[in-house]
């Protein structure tokens, strides 16, 4: 260090900040928006001033190539952050927007991925129509719960399409229930179904209290498998 002056020195810290920060202008456009040609020339300019003044010396090769290092890792990471911003921009969305949609979908691909399909039995408008009978129940029908001393009626009703809903799916899920356990009948009333479930040591009162109407309606994992069943034509709708 005694052989290089501190007036080169300062010059060099100088050049060196005033091409860094000249760097930056031009690689975001710059207030004069340079590109092309013309930004070349003036980083050559530059490049050639800085090393008259470092005068080749070592220690100017050696703040050349820590400039040049810095510059290209900040041009490597800024590439970077815009090719993970890209790869979140450019994500496959995954929800459908709609439930019945996404059940009818789900099944569709099942059907095409499974090369024994007899698509002469598909039936698609079918599982349709029973996904319309589960919204109808779930959400439109009007369910009148009453506790027994030894278990819960349930006096489930409504209109029109609601009506047939209900007339359709409460018997069949009574069955369902009973074969997993459960001590439930259901019989018709004027407008609805009654639905009544006896308490048992396993489905003891406070937990029917608890459950209530859709509770009970979403016992067992059979929906699932009789959607496909459906689809595929082997089972009757509920």
């Not at 100088?14 to 207030?31: E, K, R």
């Not at 698609?124 to 009626?153: C, F, K, P």
Request: net charge negative; proline share 4%; no cysteine.
């Amino acid at each position: 260090m005694s052989n290089f002056p501190w007036k080169t020195a300062i010059a060099a810290s100088a050049v060196l900040a005033a091409t860094v920060y000249a760097f930056g202008q031009i690689s975001s456009g710059g207030p004069m928006g340079m590109h092309g040609p013309m930004q070349g020339a003036m980083m050559d300019q530059m490049h050639s001033q800085m090393m008259q003044t470092q005068g080749g010396g070592q220690m100017g090769q050696g703040m050349h190539g820590g400039m040049q290092g810095g510059m290209h890792g900040g041009m490597q990471g800024g590439m970077g952050m815009h090719g993970g911003m890209h790869g979140q921009q450019s994500g496959a969305v995954s929800m459908p927007g709609q439930d019945a949609f996404g059940a009818i979908q789900e099944v569709v691909q099942i059907l095409q991925a499974d090369p024994s399909t007899d698509w002469s039995k598909v039936n698609i408008a079918a599982l349709r129509q029973h996904l319309i009978d589960m919204n109808e129940v779930t959400l439109r029908a009007v369910a009148s719960e009453r506790m027994l001393d030894n278990g819960m009626e349930i006096a489930v009703t409504g209109e029109g399409r609601t009506l047939e809903a209900i007339k359709r799916m409460v018997p069949a899920h009574v069955n369902e229930l009973r074969e997993i356990g459960w001590n439930a009948k259901s019989e018709d009333i004027a407008n609805g179904v009654k639905l009544t479930v006896i308490a048992s040591e396993a489905q003891p009162l406070a937990k029917l209290k608890a459950l209530g109407f859709m509770g009970i309606m979403v016992q067992g994992g059979h929906h699932q498998p009789h959607h496909l069943m459906m689809a595929k034509g082997e089972f009757p709708m509920h």
